[in-house]
């Protein structure tokens, strides 16, 4: 079974509007991190929250971690037609934390 | 910055053809990833690769084979191409006990026909 879920599928907003996504995984982690697919392309980091956080940002992306309900989110704030891609929790156990186990992703279309 | 390259963009092979997915990195990193990547089902993990010479299978290795002859390059064989196998392929490294984020290849459309 998928050890990342991210929810909703797709969201569409309108630029200048916060983006919300979520993740629910099953397993204890060591880290789990975001990535960015542009239509047709390679994977791009975005940012990695250790099991031991609870919020980290990076620019207009903000990411919180509950290790209680097995959870994260992704905000991205001030939205840009350029954010317009897929998103996707991948997460690292920490019995192998070089594998990373990836979700099904959430697409987000960001109009302007 | 990491460049990982994939030998082509897209493929169409016929079934049964051996196929050969070639991907290089320039950053010498030791861990090298094929993933293949369906709609629904995110990217799903093929082969690893620690090092030169050493792999490990990952969660759906059946079909496939692996080569690591060189640090640089991490190639994915197909022996006998099916239908089933059409799929988007990615190559991602990392560096071994450095941070645990991916570097990931533009990605391969292998279309079976």
């Known amino acids: 079974s998928q050890q990342g879920e991210e929810d909703p599928q797709a969201l569409s907003i309108q630029e200048g509007e916060n983006a919300t996504m979520n993740c629910s995984y099953k397993?204890?982690?060591?880290?789990l991190q975001w990535y960015r697919q542009n239509s047709g392309r390679g994977l791009v980091h975005l940012i990695l929250?250790?099991?031991?956080?609870r919020e980290k940002h990076s620019g207009r992306l903000r990411v919180t971690l509950d290790t209680s309900k097995k959870s994260s989110s992704l905000l991205i704030t001030a939205s840009r037609a350029a954010d317009t891609a897929s998103y996707f929790c991948?997460?690292?156990?920490?019995?192998?934390?070089?594998?990373?186990?990836f979700g099904s992703g959430t697409r987000l279309l960001v109009r302007p | 910055d990491v460049k990982v390259t994939q030998s082509s963009r897209y493929l169409v092979k016929r079934t049964g053809e051996k196929v050969f997915l070639e991907c290089v990195q320039d950053?010498?990193?030791?861990?090298m990833f094929w993933y293949r990547q369906d709609p629904g089902l995110g990217l799903r993990l093929i082969y690893f690769s620690y090092d030169v010479k050493m792999k490990e299978k990952g969660d759906i290795p059946e079909g496939y084979s692996v080569s690591r002859e060189k640090k640089e390059r991490f190639s994915l064989i197909l022996e006998s191409a099916s239908t089933n196998q059409t799929s988007m392929y990615l190559c991602?490294?990392?560096?071994?006990?450095?941070?645990?984020?991916?570097?990931f290849g533009p990605g391969t459309r292998l279309t079976v026909t």
């Open positions: 929250i250790r099991s031991n956080e």
């Open positions: 950053m010498d990193h030791e861990n």
């Open positions: 991602a490294c990392r560096r071994a006990g450095g941070p645990p984020e991916q570097y």
């Open positions: 397993t204890s982690i060591n880290n």
């Open positions: 991948a997460t690292a156990r920490t019995d192998s934390s070089y594998k990373l186990i």
